[in-house]
């Protein structure tokens, strides 16, 4: 049964009469974040779920930090040159005066892409937390099969794009809009009423390819398994889940910064 919508006395008896405004999307399929921070409506709220920023090539545990390089220029080919100046680039974007929270996985990459989008945004405060559930985990369902195919491919990505679009791999995964529709309800945005206006989950790209697939229903092309694509979610790249007052929910997948695809 749907969910019970929440109680909307203290709105705005126009809100849900504003029509959402119309998003310029690219070439990958992606907007641009500050056009879909423009577009959340005062009976909405939305939840980011982002991609931490940039990290030196290779270093990939959970105590590898954002790369910053002191001295270097703010901006190569156009986007910020390092992780937090990353970060930071989107925060200011998302400024306004309500106070954002942060959940972050159990990564130091992420934390600090949440510290710096605070930050960025001129946010005094960093109410924050941590959570397993946002990376690639959480669609598994056989970690030896999963292990198996990432062994024996050349590159794991080819792995998660090909299960995402054209379910290769299944016996290693769930059912992909079974489990993204879960980990919505129950983690994301599970009730309006109980919910901050705005929230940022910083996550991976392992987690943000395949809930993008999810929310735009295959059209964001980031099908890393076709030779001729080869698109993966770049820096910052991600999903924004927005529920209005009566518990309905629209998706718009996102690029944080100038490109949306590596």
Not at 76 to 95: C, M, Y
Not at 107 to 128: D, N, V
Not at 200 to 205: K, M, R
């Amino acid at each position: 049964p749907p969910a019970p919508a929440a109680d909307a006395t203290n709105l705005d008896p126009n809100c849900a009469e504003t029509p959402v405004a119309t998003i310029p999307i690219d070439s990958i399929g992606l907007a641009d974040i500050a056009d879909v921070f423009k577009t959340v409506r005062c009976n909405e709220k939305a939840v980011f779920v982002i991609r931490h920023g940039e990290r030196d090539d290779g270093q990939t545990g959970k105590e590898t930090p954002l790369t910053y390089w002191e001295g270097e220029p703010d901006s190569v080919k156009g986007q910020p040159s390092d992780g937090v100046r990353q970060a930071l680039a989107v925060g200011k974007k998302l400024v306004s005066a309500d106070e954002f929270t942060y959940t972050h996985t159990k990564y130091l990459r992420t934390e600090q892409t949440c510290f710096y989008i605070a930050q960025g945004r001129g946010q005094a405060t960093f109410p924050h937390d941590s959570a397993d559930y946002y990376s690639i985990s959480w669609f598994k369902k056989d970690k030896e099969r999963y292990s198996f195919y990432e062994d024996s491919t050349t590159n794991v990505r080819l792995v998660i794009a090909g299960w995402a679009y054209d379910n290769l791999y299944a016996d290693a995964f769930y059912d992909l809009k079974e489990k993204a529709a879960e980990i919505v309800k129950t983690h994301i945005a599970p009730d309006y009423a109980s919910m901050n206006k705005f929230r940022v989950i910083c996550s991976h790209d392992d987690f943000i390819l395949p809930l993008s697939v999810y929310a735009s229903n295959g059209t964001v092309n980031y099908r890393y398994h076709d030779p001729e694509s080869r698109h993966w979610p770049y820096f910052l790249t991600g999903v924004a889940v927005i529920i209005d007052n009566k518990n309905q929910i629209r998706y718009v997948p996102f690029r944080g910064l100038g490109i949306g695809a590596e």
